[in-house]
Nanobody, 115 residues
Framework: QVQVVESGGGLVEAGGSLTLSCQAS????????MGWYRQSPGKQQRELVA????????TYGDSVKGRFTITRHYADDTAYLQMNSLKPEDTAVYYC????????WGRGTQVTVRS
C-alpha cells in the first residue's frame, strides 16, 4: 500500500509565493516519477503543473513555466513545488502523484490566491 501526502497549501496574496511538499511512502520506494497536478474551481479535469522523472528535465504546464519549480529528494521520495508570482488563476486543489508500476495520488491541498 502506498500513501501520498501533500502539505503546504493555504491562502496567499497575488504576487506571493508558496511551497508545497509531498511525501510518498509505503511498500514501494524509489518512484520513477513524481509530480503535481491541479484542479481549478469549476473544472472537471486535472491539469499538469509539473512532473519530474529521474535523469530527465522537468516538464511544466504552460501556465506555470518560469514561475513554478519542481524539485525532488530521491532518497526519501519527497517532492516540492516552489510557486512564485502567484496569480488568482492559480487557485486550485493541488494533487501530488507518484508513479512506479502504477500511479498513486494524494488527497490534495488547497491553494487560494487572493487578488
Amino acid at each position: 500500500q502506498v500513501q501520498v501526502v501533500e502539505s503546504g497549501g493555504g491562502l496567499v496574496e497575488a504576487g506571493g509565493s508558496l511551497t508545497l511538499s509531498c511525501q510518498a511512502s509505503g511498500n514501494i520506494a524509489n518512484f520513477y516519477t513524481m509530480g503535481w497536478y491541479r484542479q481549478s474551481p469549476g473544472k472537471q479535469q486535472r491539469e499538469l503543473v509539473a512532473r519530474l522523472t529521474g535523469g530527465v528535465s522537468p516538464t511544466y504546464g504552460d501556465s506555470v513555466k518560469g514561475r513554478f519549480t519542481i524539485t525532488r529528494h530521491y532518497a526519501d521520495d519527497t517532492a516540492y513545488l516552489q510557486m512564485n508570482s502567484l496569480k488568482p488563476e492559480d487557485t486550485a486543489v493541488y494533487y501530488c502523484m507518484a508513479m512506479k508500476f502504477d500511479t498513486y495520488w494524494g488527497r490534495g491541498t488547497q491553494v487560494t490566491v487572493r487578488s
